[in-house]
């Protein structure tokens, strides 16, 4: 996996949570992660951690996935 793409509005389980499982494992733990979030400074504050703000477009979020995977 090269990147993770989350809604921060999971109907079963927290996002936060879910990130945290996939860093426990150890060939996932530097997947860049983006989050998509209702509030704009969500993800500054967590390492590897990006975010989107609600409504997101397709071609900002083409933008985006290009952008994380071709740094």
Known sequence: ?????????????????MI???????????????????QPTLGTTVAGVDYLMRPVSIARLRHNVIATLTV
């Open 20 to 38: 945290g499982k996939i860093r426990e494992i150890e060939r996932s733990r530097d997947v860049p992660v983006m989050i998509i979030a209702d």
């Open 1 to 17: 996996v090269s990147l993770l793409v989350i809604d921060i509005q999971l109907s079963d389980i927290h996002a936060w949570q």
